[in-house]
């Protein structure tokens, strides 16, 4: 799976697809509160960034210092997902890839979560069903 962007907050980060979908994330600290929250972005889009300068207080691109927020879709219900303040935001080369050589490990919620090399780090991305649609 190829990955386009890394978001990074001071205490995790979201690696997205070219779509702007979370493909995957990285804790930073050792916190059950922190991997939840992280957990809830798996499978969101990027939608916009929280901005006090922009027309209607949403801007179009991630922006350091700012929150951005997803949009995922669970049983036919869209919410929103707030991440951030972004501290950081990179745009991955072409060799950013996903190991497809992955361990699955269930979960008490049901869902499982897939543990793969990504740049030297171990990564978590949990499967979900109902993930909003790739842009055609």
Request: net charge negative; aromatic share 6%.
């Amino acid at each position: 799976m190829e990955l386009a962007y890394a978001a990074h907050s001071a205490r995790c980060a979201l690696l997205l697809d070219a779509e702007g979908i979370c493909r995957w994330f990285l804790l930073k600290v050792e916190d059950e509160g922190v991997s939840a929250t992280a957990k809830r972005c798996i499978g969101a889009q990027f939608v916009a960034t929280l901005d006090p300068d922009a027309p209607g207080l949403l801007g179009p691109d991630p922006e350091v210092g700012k929150s951005i927020l997803f949009a995922r879709v669970d049983d036919g219900r869209v919410s929103l997902v707030r991440f951030g303040p972004l501290v950081q935001f990179d745009t991955l080369g072409p060799s950013s890839r996903i190991d497809d050589r992955e361990t699955q490990h269930d979960l008490s919620d049901g869902d499982k979560i897939e543990t793969a090399a990504f740049s030297r780090a171990v990564v978590v991305r949990a499967s979900r069903r109902g993930m909003l649609p790739r842009r055609g």
